[in-house]
């Protein structure tokens, strides 16, 4: 990229940093140091702005790069991630939303303890958000480095090393200073931002095709070389039953994922009142349907314009597809137009890495400091210590955030979110459902559902070709993967399910049916919920 890119993207790198650094500094100024603030920012965000926060934690770096990315390399395969996304809210709104805000306080080991065991069934659930949330902020990390090294030429590993280690201080900061509340109103400026972007790209697309979908299709299917396969199911998951059986291990991840993911649960403790939360989700399913309509749109954009060859030769996974495509758009490489477009757009792409890391960073280290600190302490930890180990929490898993992303940092932002999704629906998913609807679940089944679904993820991963095995692992030189799938939904995701289910009918505690009573009439009513 020319030096005019270079300067001009940094400006607004930088215009951003400073006005969300100017956020949190105004928010610590007014915080009073309790749990409540920290975690849930008082709760007085209304509907309106609790959704367009949800909606900014959700539209990450993998939905505004990945995404885009795999449609313009595989074009059908590639929206299965954004219809797997979108259908997803689905479940959160029926199913989660309304219960969880009346359940718990802060995290989702609250609702599970309400009715259990309270001390291993927090262990339990403090470790699977902390590993969910880790996956995920890795795939952020990914994606600001493929930014930087796509800005700088590509050249640079020294400088893509250091964006990974300059965001993961900066998502400290914003942590550790100004909580939720700060980090709330980051993700509405970032949400604002991506729709407004997103919206001029998807724009400036249909009018070079002059409205006509059909011809932008056509158009890609001749570019990316496959002809009309590339409209078809197959290109990245046809073929053997091993492909095929990764799709659907992928859909179900994706699907299912979103309803256990920590930083989406805890966003429904930052309202009033359970109604206000369905509010909420329903005001983030309209941007987040809107967003991923117009992430197809991009990726075959992308496609006809750049075409596929030219994306994979800035980037293997594809994560540089949109702002090379916001380059043409503008007028081509040189013209002011582009150099515009294309230092927005990856502006606006950093911007949603920041905000992105900054929730989930808080969510993890409110896990670490309110289920595992609280749980592992001696004495019943009082507010203030535990809103100190969560913001050193917050240190410490920024450090192993930025160590891991530089590791992973060639493989796409998606497809590492899938993996953090298919962790979610294993360990979070099946004993957050059980301890809403079923009566007879116990203490021992929430421990066994949570293990039983969180160690065998984590497992089939490192044992997959994702880790080794192929030549887009994690380590290409050597080979000791043993489950062929690349993602473990399929197999996780049931064994979830099953452990809590076989934890429950072998278990010799009997079932607390008064507390089982009070949970379901407090889920249901909003009766004595915080």
């Given at each position: 990229?020319?030096?005019?890119?270079?300067?001009?993207?940094?400006?607004?790198?930088?215009?951003?940093?400073?006005?969300?650094?100017?956020?949190?500094?105004?928010?610590?100024?007014?915080?009073?140091?309790?749990?409540?603030?920290?975690?849930?920012?008082?709760?007085?965000?209304?509907?309106?702005?609790?959704?367009?926060?949800?909606?900014?934690?959700?539209?990450?770096?993998?939905?505004?790069?990945?995404?885009?990315?795999?449609?313009?390399?595989?074009?059908?395969?590639?929206?299965?991630?954004?219809?797997?996304?979108?259908?997803?809210?689905?479940?959160?709104?029926?199913?989660?939303?309304?219960?969880?805000?009346?359940?718990?306080?802060?995290?989702?080991?609250?609702?599970?303890?309400?009715?259990?065991?309270?001390?291993?069934?927090?262990?339990?659930?403090?470790?699977?958000?902390?590993?969910?949330?880790v996956l995920y902020l890795v795939a952020q990390m990914v994606g600001a480095g493929s930014l930087v090294a796509l800005l700088l030429g590509g050249s640079s590993e020294a400088a893509r090393s250091w964006t990974v280690i300059g965001v993961g201080a900066l998502m400290v900061i914003y942590v550790?200073?100004?909580?939720?509340?700060?980090?709330?109103?980051?993700?509405?400026?970032?949400?604002?931002?991506?729709?407004?972007?997103?919206?001029?790209?998807?724009?400036?697309?249909?009018?070079?095709?002059?409205?006509?979908?059909?011809?932008?299709?056509?158009?890609?299917?001749?570019?990316?070389?496959?002809?009309?396969?590339?409209?078809?199911?197959?290109?990245?998951?046809?073929?053997?039953?091993?492909?095929?059986?990764?799709?659907?291990?992928?859909?179900?991840?994706?699907?299912?994922?979103?309803?256990?993911?920590?930083?989406?649960?805890?966003?429904?403790?930052?309202?009033?009142?359970?109604?206000?939360?369905?509010?909420?989700?329903?005001?983030?399913?309209?941007?987040?349907?809107?967003?991923?309509?117009?992430?197809?749109?991009?990726?075959?954009?992308?496609?006809?314009?750049?075409?596929?060859?030219?994306?994979?030769?800035?980037?293997?996974?594809?994560?540089?597809?949109?702002?090379?495509?916001?380059?043409?758009?503008?007028?081509?490489?040189?013209?002011?137009?582009?150099?515009?477009?294309?230092?927005?757009?990856?502006?606006?792409?950093?911007?949603?890495?920041?905000?992105?890391?900054?929730?989930?960073?808080?969510?993890?280290?409110?896990?670490?400091?309110?289920?595992?600190?609280?749980?592992?302490?001696?004495?019943?930890?009082?507010?203030?210590?535990?809103?100190?180990?969560?913001?050193?929490?917050?240190?410490?898993?920024?450090?192993?955030?930025?160590?891991?992303?530089l590791l992973a940092r060639d493989l796409n932002v998606a497809f590492l979110v899938g993996l953090a999704f298919a962790v979610a629906a294993s360990a979070n998913l099946p004993v957050l459902l059980y301890s809403l609807f079923w009566r007879k679940f116990t203490t021992r089944g929430a421990v066994w559902s949570v293990y039983g679904g969180l160690i065998p993820a984590v497992l089939l991963v490192l044992v997959s070709p994702v880790v080794s095995g192929s030549p887009e692992s994690l380590f290409p030189?050597?080979?000791?993967?043993?489950?062929?799938?690349?993602?473990?939904?399929?197999?996780?995701?049931?064994?979830?399910?099953?452990?809590?289910?076989?934890?429950?009918?072998?278990?010799?505690?009997?079932?607390?049916?008064?507390?089982?009573?009070?949970?379901?009439?407090?889920?249901?009513?909003?009766?004595?919920?915080?």
């Amino acid at each position: 990229m020319t030096g005019s890119h270079q300067t001009l993207a940094l400006v607004l790198f930088s215009v951003f940093v400073a006005v969300t650094l100017g956020i949190t500094t105004w928010v610590s100024r007014h915080r009073h140091g309790s749990a409540e603030e920290f975690y849930a920012g008082g709760r007085l965000f209304s509907p309106l702005e609790n959704g367009f926060a949800i909606a900014g934690d959700y539209m990450s770096a993998a939905s505004f790069l990945g995404i885009s990315g795999l449609i313009a390399l595989y074009g059908y395969d590639g929206m299965l991630y954004s219809v797997g996304f979108l259908v997803a809210w689905l479940i959160v709104l029926l199913l989660v939303a309304e219960l969880v805000r009346n359940c718990g306080r802060f995290t989702l080991a609250d609702v599970v303890a309400a009715r259990m065991a309270e001390r291993p069934v927090r262990i339990a659930a403090g470790t699977s958000s902390v590993a969910v949330s880790v996956l995920y902020l890795v795939a952020q990390m990914v994606g600001a480095g493929s930014l930087v090294a796509l800005l700088l030429g590509g050249s640079s590993e020294a400088a893509r090393s250091w964006t990974v280690i300059g965001v993961g201080a900066l998502m400290v900061i914003y942590v550790t200073l100004g909580g939720m509340r700060a980090t709330t109103w980051i993700q509405i400026v970032k949400a604002v931002l991506l729709m407004a972007g997103t919206i001029a790209l998807t724009v400036l697309v249909l009018l070079r095709f002059h409205g006509d979908v059909n011809s932008l299709l056509s158009t890609a299917a001749e570019r990316s070389g496959h002809g009309p396969g590339f409209l078809a199911p197959g290109l990245r998951y046809g073929g053997d039953w091993t492909a095929r059986l990764d799709f659907i291990s992928l859909g179900l991840a994706l699907v299912l994922g979103t309803a256990g993911l920590p930083h989406i649960l805890s966003r429904f403790y930052t309202v009033p009142t359970a109604r206000a939360a369905r509010r909420s989700v329903i005001w983030s399913i309209g941007l987040i349907g809107g967003f991923y309509l117009m992430t197809i749109v991009l990726g075959f954009g992308a496609a006809a314009l750049i075409g596929p060859d030219e994306v994979r030769a800035s980037n293997a996974s594809g994560n540089t597809a949109v702002p090379l495509l916001a380059l043409d758009l503008g007028g081509g490489e040189g013209s002011t137009g582009g150099i515009v477009l294309f230092a927005v757009v990856a502006a606006v792409a950093f911007a949603t890495i920041l905000a992105v890391v900054a929730g989930i960073t808080l969510a993890s280290s409110a896990s670490v400091a309110h289920d595992l600190y609280a749980s592992l302490s001696r004495r019943r930890a009082k507010q203030y210590s535990e809103v100190a180990v969560a913001r050193v929490a917050a240190a410490g898993i920024g450090a192993v955030a930025i160590g891991l992303g530089l590791l992973a940092r060639d493989l796409n932002v998606a497809f590492l979110v899938g993996l953090a999704f298919a962790v979610a629906a294993s360990a979070n998913l099946p004993v957050l459902l059980y301890s809403l609807f079923w009566r007879k679940f116990t203490t021992r089944g929430a421990v066994w559902s949570v293990y039983g679904g969180l160690i065998p993820a984590v497992l089939l991963v490192l044992v997959s070709p994702v880790v080794s095995g192929s030549p887009e692992s994690l380590f290409p030189g050597v080979d000791f993967h043993l489950f062929p799938l690349q993602n473990p939904g399929a197999v996780s995701i049931p064994l979830g399910f099953l452990a809590g289910w076989i934890g429950t009918v072998t278990s010799h505690e009997p079932p607390d049916e008064a507390r089982h009573a009070e949970t379901e009439v407090r889920s249901l009513t909003g009766a004595g919920a915080v």
